[in-house]
């Protein structure tokens, strides 16, 4: 089972950015599809966007669209969320999750990270 850590999290301001990064275990990165979730304070968890195992196939939540750009690095086995013009109504721990089907819905994840806290003040 592959190991997901999250990183780049943090507290930045309402209209600014942040980069988060998934460093991925072992040697079978290419054979998932990965996908970043979010989960605010008293809400569910709810999906942000996703690619495919080869890249070439991303989608995300209406929400997001536009602002928020989902990529892969097969190199460094690292996904990254590309989070720009950030909302107060984003902030939310931002999980890591991977999936083994070509193109998993959003409860097709079944590897998830621990998580990284974002926070965007108004």
């Known amino acids: 089972q592959v190991q997901l850590v999250e990183s780049g999290g943090g507290l930045v301001q309402a209209g600014g950015s942040l980069r988060l990064s998934c460093a991925t275990s072992?040697?079978?990165?290419?054979?998932?599809?990965m996908g970043w979730f979010r989960q605010a304070p008293g809400k569910e968890r709810e999906f942000v966007a996703s690619i495919s195992w080869n890249g070439f196939s991303t989608y995300y939540a209406d929400s997001v669209k536009g602002r928020f750009t989902i990529s892969r690095d097969k190199a460094k086995n690292t996904v990254y969320l590309q989070m720009n013009t950030l909302k107060p109504e984003a902030t939310a721990v931002y999980y890591c999750?991977?999936?083994?089907?070509?193109?998993?819905?959003?409860?097709?994840?079944?590897?998830w990270g621990q998580g990284t806290q974002v926070a965007v003040s108004s």
């Open positions: 072992g040697r079978t990165f290419s054979s998932y599809a």
């Open positions: 999750a991977a999936s083994l089907i070509a193109t998993p819905g959003p409860r097709d994840f079944g590897s």
